[in-house]
């Protein structure tokens, strides 16, 4: 079984300019999350869909990140205008329960944002 | 801050050594986890204890987990040198949001 996929797994971006990150959970994955670690500080929460809709955004930075996942299966995270602070490596994960039900997350392999 | 803390930040051990890594955490959760993440690669899921659980074994590693303390440890018996990867514990609170730590670096040296 294909595990949670995202592409692209780097992306080097001028400062001002926009960029789209994908996910593609485990087929059958109604719930998925983003994370993202940025330079030296710890993974955190960006948010959570539940199918098609957004459960949690709670942990998006800014108006600057757009999250969709239309038709409930894959996830894109638009980061637009991407700043410096921005870089850093976004996860995603996707799960078939919610954790509160005990169901593991199993995570991508993330994306390394550079923003110059 | 609900943020998970693990202690060490870094640690080296010889190959074959057994290697604990500490965390804690502010908050009441559901479960806690670790997770492990090799140089330039996902995060991959290691092991689960609930909330209800005091020790749980998954082959070379033992977790514990004390709610009155609000800790967790993580032990790798018998080290080998491709545990050498960042480990972070991560737990799941109230609002179903998983929480990370800032993560232990461990180095086994051959």
């Known amino acids: 079984e294909a595990g949670v996929t995202q592409f692209p797994s780097h992306s080097v971006i001028e400062k001002g300019q926009t960029v789209t990150l994908r996910c593609d959970p485990i087929?059958?994955?109604?719930?998925l999350y983003w994370y993202r670690r940025v330079m030296g500080k710890e993974i955190k929460f960006l948010l959570h869909?539940?199918?098609?809709?957004?459960?949690?955004e709670s942990g998006m930075p800014n108006n600057r990140f757009l999250a969709e996942r239309t038709g409930g299966t894959y996830s894109t995270l638009k980061v637009q205008p991407a700043e410096l602070e921005d870089s850093g490596v976004y996860f995603c994960?996707?799960?078939?329960?919610?954790?509160?039900?005990?169901?593991?997350?199993?995570f991508g392999p993330g994306t390394r944002l550079t923003v110059l | 801050s609900q943020q998970g803390e693990e202690d060490p930040q870094a640690l080296s051990i010889q190959e074959g050594e057994n290697a604990t890594m500490n965390c804690s955490y502010k908050t009441s959760i559901n479960n806690l986890q670790w997770y492990r993440q090799n140089s330039g690669r996902g995060l991959v899921h290691l092991i689960l204890?609930?909330?209800?659980?005091r020790e749980k074994h998954s082959g070379r590693l033992r977790v514990t987990l004390d709610t009155s303390k609000k800790s967790s440890s993580l032990l790798i018996t018998a080290s080998r040198a491709a545990d050498t990867a960042s480990y972070f514990c991560a737990f799941m609170n109230r609002d179903d949001k998983i929480i990370f730590g800032k993560g232990t670096r461990l180095h086994i040296l051959p």
């Open positions: 869909f539940v199918k098609e809709s957004k459960q949690d």
């Open positions: 994960a996707s799960s078939q329960r919610t954790a509160l039900a005990g169901n593991e997350q199993f």
């Open positions: 204890i609930r909330s209800n659980e």
């Open positions: 087929s059958g994955h109604d719930n």
